[in-house]
């Protein structure tokens, strides 16, 4: 299983690697999907099935392919004279040591704060808390942020889809132009020959 975990990460840093050094941007993106379904097969292993399907539902089949669609709409064409991109590298590294030292500091807090503490909260909060926290230790990921999600937030969780609800009719409402006919299609225009001749 630790095999496995190595394995995958090492595949997720190579392709992450080939996201910014790939020339075509189509081919990008493609490694960045890559490097997506690696970080979920990590999340998998590490069991956290809910961020797992996040990043496959989210990026991979959202996020992803809209970066694909507007590559090709745009018809953008590969980097010209070969792409060197060596003087990105002393920003690049700078940006990485930070990163690093931030991800260092992080693992050093949350190791602070050991089991012994949360066994010694549950113990100050009586049976009830110890009982919850043995309920939540049976039920799966997914299982736990639904039961919060659907219970405790379910009023935070319809205010957000009202949000994106009006987001998606402001850009609808934006990008209709008024005075304008509406466009219809012409098929026999469009699969005609002779227009692209």
Not at 61 to 70: M, T, Y
Request: proline fraction near 1%; charge should be negative.
């Amino acid at each position: 299983m630790e095999g496995l975990f190595y394995i995958f990460a090492l595949g997720v840093i190579i392709s992450g690697i080939m996201v910014i050094s790939a020339l075509n941007p189509i081919h990008s993106v493609f490694w960045l999907i890559v490097v997506f379904l690696g970080a979920s097969a990590l999340f998998i292993l590490l069991g956290i099935d809910f961020i797992a399907l996040i990043f496959l539902i989210v990026y991979v089949g959202a996020i992803a392919i809209l970066f694909l669609f507007v590559i090709m709409m745009l018809n953008l064409t590969d980097l010209e004279g070969g792409g060197d991109m060596s003087n990105y590298i002393p920003i690049g590294s700078v940006i990485g040591v930070l990163l690093l030292f931030e991800v260092l500091i992080m693992g050093r807090e949350a190791t602070a704060y050991s089991y012994r503490d949360i066994d010694h909260e549950c113990l100050r909060g009586g049976v009830d808390a110890w009982d919850a926290s043995i309920e939540i230790i049976k039920s799966s990921n997914i299982e736990v942020l639904g039961r919060i999600l659907y219970t405790d937030y379910y009023y935070l969780f319809i205010i957000a889809s009202f949000i994106l609800l009006v987001a998606m009719i402001g850009a609808i409402v934006l990008t209709h132009e008024l005075g304008t006919e509406l466009k219809r299609q012409d098929l026999f225009t469009q699969t005609s020959r002779s227009l692209w001749q």
